[in-house]
């Protein structure tokens, strides 16, 4: 409980998180945005930040978490923005219209067919 005290400020902070009964913390935060969290201080300073988080709650987070002001600064900044994933070779093409159904319109068609495949698939099943 102290490094956790000392971490956020001296007990003012983190303290209203904490469940006496229970003896622990409980951070009711973004899953997704946590796991990158953590796996940014297990693998000392390298941010992997998920592409199904949008970047102004990730930035909340980052605050929240206060992973430093340089972080923080990098994630403010008018070009931490998502590229649109276009460059690359067909291969790398192909996969970011299969991976990110945001990335584009086609990407999105693809999602939609291949959830339509799915229900199709389910429906049929339960015919039988």
């Known amino acids: 409980s102290s490094g956790i005290n000392a971490e956020y400020g001296g007990g003012d902070g983190i303290?209203?998180?904490?469940?006496?009964?229970m003896g622990v913390y409980f951070l009711d935060r973004h899953r997704s945005a946590f796991s990158s969290i953590l796996s940014y201080y297990q693998s000392g300073g390298l941010l992997c930040i998920p592409t199904t988080i949008h970047?102004?709650?990730?930035?909340?987070?980052?605050?929240?978490?206060q992973?430093?002001?340089v972080i923080i600064n990098k994630l403010e900044s008018p070009f931490f923005v998502r590229k649109k994933r276009t460059?690359?070779?067909m291969k790398q093409k192909?996969?970011?219209t299969l991976d990110d159904p945001a990335?584009?319109?086609i990407a999105k068609s693809v999602a939609f067919f291949d959830l339509g495949?799915?229900?199709?698939?389910?429906?049929l099943i339960c015919l039988k």
């Open 87 to 89: 460059e690359g070779t």
């Open 117 to 123: 495949c799915i229900i199709t698939a389910i429906a």
């Open 103 to 105: 990335s584009s319109t």
């Open 94 to 96: 192909i996969w970011y």
């Open 15 to 21: 303290e209203k998180y904490y469940c006496k009964s």
């Open 55 to 65: 970047p102004l709650v990730f930035l909340e987070e980052a605050r929240f978490f």
């Open 67 to 69: 992973l430093g002001q």
